[in-house]
């Protein structure tokens, strides 16, 4: 059972250009979501997280928006680079819920120069 | 700061045999998780412990057996080897509180031939 389902797999951008990626879960109980960047040979690192009472959060270049009617939420690269390129990964968690995070299936972003 | 370290890298192992990947922590961190990383499944919580002598099974825990008589280590035992357990598999630590960020390690390369 995929509680949080991501898309696209995998995306092509180029440099300067707006990337997006979607996610939805099923479990309303959900109520940290966080997005973390893997690049090759490493470990995923927290990028940002947003909590459903906020429907938008915004770290420099990157923003998260969420719909909670909808149970869905989006990461949007603006002005993406090509250090940008790499793996990105949404999740969720039940807080109190022994920090158990459950990923999407993953984006492999690319953004050509 | 060495933060969260795995053991080996990099591992080629035959079909049958026991395997232990090692995980070390030094921010006394209380929780622990072990994770795949699969093409298509994104990562995939295997076991976790919310303190030493602490553990509970993930998603996928079947094959694997964990420890932890320390704070600080969580290791990962595969009893018997299987081809299906070729896979990338982190480590990660939180201090468990509301929110708190989850540090990955960079992750153990595990080839069952």
């Known amino acids: 059972q995929q509680q949080v389902k991501q898309s696209p797999q995998s995306l092509i951008v180029q440099k300067g250009g707006i990337s997006i990626i979607n996610c939805a879960y099923e479990?309303?109980?959900?109520?940290?979501f966080p997005w973390y960047q893997q690049f090759p040979g490493k470990g995923p690192a927290l990028l940002i997280a947003?909590?459903?009472?906020?429907s938008e959060k915004k770290e420099g270049r990157f923003t998260i928006s969420f719909n909670k009617s909808a149970k869905q939420f989006s990461l949007h690269i603006m002005d993406s680079q090509p250090g940008d390129s790499a793996t990105y990964f949404c999740?969720?968690?039940?807080?109190?819920?022994?920090?158990?995070?459950?990923f999407g299936q993953g984006t492999r972003l690319t953004i050509n120069p | 700061d060495a933060g969260i370290t795995q053991s080996p890298r990099y591992k080629i192992t035959e079909t049958g045999r026991q395997v232990t990947l090692m995980c070390h922590q030094t921010?006394?961190?209380?929780?622990m998780f072990w994770y795949r990383q699969d093409l298509g499944h994104g990562l995939r919580l295997i076991y976790y412990?919310?303190?030493?002598?602490?553990?509970d099974k993930g998603e996928v825990p079947d094959g694997y057996v964990v420890s932890r008589s320390k704070t600080e280590n969580f290791p990962l035992t595969l009893e018997s080897a299987t081809r299906s357990q070729t896979s990338v598999y982190f480590c990660?630590?939180?201090?468990?509180?509301?929110?708190?960020?989850?540090?990955f390690g960079e992750g153990s390369w595990l080839t069952v031939v």
């Open positions: 921010w006394s961190h209380s929780y």
């Open positions: 999740a969720a968690l039940i807080n109190g819920r022994a920090q158990k995070l459950v």
């Open positions: 479990n309303t109980a959900f109520d940290y």
């Open positions: 990660a630590s939180s201090a468990g509180d509301s929110g708190n960020t989850i540090y």
């Open positions: 412990s919310a303190a030493a002598d602490i553990t």
């Open positions: 947003i909590r459903p009472d906020v």
